[in-house]
């Protein structure tokens, strides 16, 4: 199966909380997980990827937790900034090709 | 470096029209991609290139079609645009490397499409 399941579809946040964002999976054969992050009216960017061998990768505020087992991974942002609000998509890859997930719409306020 | 670019960046064409959407790197990548982007849908892989002179499905390829002459260039084209192809395109590229990495793929602005 090779779909990836991404939710919330939106979320809204207060400054300096914690932003969640789920994704699921069914194929064992992906072996790579990015996250994107898309700004309104730009192309999205790579925020930070993990392999599946690893359980947790950090970088600044963001850290991806991956469960194998489960077949399933999440971002997390932490002290989530106004600068943050943008679309998140979680991804998969499986032979040099990504597949995306729906995409999460998060909104921080002051 | 300019990255990947976008030509044109917005479009209006009637149902039955063509166009070719053109996208250019200058980053010497091997691969590169066409995506569209629809709400709540994520995006889309339609085709994608492994190298100059080849081209694959993605998972929606119907009513499109791809050439990769150049390293340099992708190009997408609509033989006869539908309003279902309404949508906005984005262009990627990425270096092949080994396969322990992850090579990012970098995108493109965007061609925002609308087909009346």
């Known amino acids: 199966q090779q779909q990836v399941k991404q939710s919330p579809q939106s979320l809204i946040v207060q400054k300096g909380g914690i932003s969640i964002i789920n994704c699921a999976y069914e194929?064992?054969?992906?072996?790579?997980f990015p996250w994107y992050q898309q700004f309104p009216g730009k192309g999205p960017a790579l925020l930070i990827a993990i392999r599946p061998d690893v359980s947790e990768k950090k970088e600044g505020r963001f850290t991806i937790s991956f469960n194998k087992s489960a077949k399933q991974f999440s971002l997390h942002i932490m002290d989530s900034q106004p600068g943050d609000s943008a679309t998140y998509f979680c991804?998969?890859?499986?032979?040099?090709?990504?597949?995306f997930g729906t995409g999460t719409r998060l909104q921080v306020f002051p | 470096n300019a990255g990947v670019t976008q030509t044109p960046k917005f479009r209006v064409l009637k149902t039955g029209q063509s166009m070719t959407l053109l996208c250019a790197q200058d980053?010497?990548?091997?691969?590169m991609y066409w995506y569209r982007q629809d709400p709540g849908m994520g995006l889309r892989l339609i085709h994608y290139?492994?190298?100059?002179?080849?081209?694959a499905k993605g998972e929606v390829p119907d009513g499109y079609n791809v050439s990769r002459l150049k390293k340099q260039n992708f190009l997408l084209g609509l033989e006869s645009a539908a309003p279902s192809q309404t949508s906005v395109y984005f262009c990627a590229s990425s270096y092949s490397g080994p396969r322990g990495v992850y090579n990012e793929q970098f995108f493109g602005p965007g061609t925002r499409l609308t087909v009346l």
């Open positions: 290139s492994v190298g100059e002179g080849t081209t």
């Open positions: 991804a998969a890859r499986s032979t040099d090709k990504l597949i």
């Open positions: 194929n064992t054969a992906f072996d790579y």
């Open positions: 980053m010497n990548h091997e691969y």
